[in-house]
Structure formats: structure tokens, C-alpha cells
């Protein structure tokens, strides 16, 4: 059973850095796609940033330029750095692995992210 286990939320001021990791258990990140989605009170679970095997990366039009995906194969983990953090990026924020073999996909229990002065 593959876990996914997300860290590095938090509340952050307006402007502000946070990083966070998504840690995989198993053997399948390497072979796996990984996103990262949010979730804001009220709204719909939104794709953030995805990156594939080979290392190609894709970003939501809100985050372009402020966020970056990144991947470590060797440690299992994921990671989504959010520079110039603003009100708007507030929501609960989880990764999501879907193998390239297999097509099955598993999400982690999110990490919650405010941004507020």
C-alpha cells in the first residue's frame, strides 16, 4: 500500500516562502507522475503544479512564476516551493502520485497553507 505524506504547511505572511514535501512510501515515485492539487473553503480541488518521470513540470496560471515543482527520486519525495505567497494561495494543499505503469494514483492527506497579515 503506497502512503503519501505531506509536511511544510503553515501560516505565512503575505510575500512569504513556504516549502513543502510529499514523502512517498513504496517503490513507485520514481516511476510515478506527481502533482500537486489545493483546496480552498468553498471552491473545487484545483491542480497546482505537475511534474512527470522525466522531469517535465506544468503550472496553473495563478502560481506561474511564484511556484516550483520539484522531485527527488532517490529520497521518494516530492516538493512545491511557493515564493511571493498570496491571500488567495490559502487553501489545504495535497499531492497526488499516478503511476505511469499501472495508471493507479494516490493522494496524501494534505497540508494546510494561510497566508495572512
Known amino acids: 500500500q503506497v502512503q503519501l505524506v505531506e509536511s511544510g504547511g503553515g501560516l505565512v505572511q503575505p510575500g512569504g516562502s513556504l516549502r513543502l514535501s510529499c514523502a512517498a512510501s513504496?517503490?513507485?515515485?520514481?516511476?510515478?507522475?506527481m502533482a500537486w492539487y489545493r483546496q480552498a473553503p468553498g471552491k473545487q480541488r484545483e491542480v497546482v503544479a505537475t511534474i512527470t518521470t522525466s522531469g517535465s513540470t506544468s503550472y496553473a496560471d495563478s502560481v506561474k512564476g511564484r511556484f516550483t515543482i520539484s522531485r527527488d527520486n532517490a529520497k521518494n519525495t516530492g516538493y512545491l516551493q511557493m515564493n511571493s505567497l498570496k491571500l488567495e494561495d490559502t487553501a489545504v494543499y495535497y499531492c497526488?502520485?499516478?503511476?505511469?505503469?499501472?495508471?493507479?494514483?494516490?493522494w496524501g492527506q494534505g497540508t494546510q497553507v494561510t497566508v495572512s497579515s
Open positions: 513504496g517503490s513507485i515515485f520514481s516511476v510515478s507522475a
Open positions: 497526488r502520485l499516478i503511476s505511469e505503469i499501472s495508471g493507479r494514483y494516490y
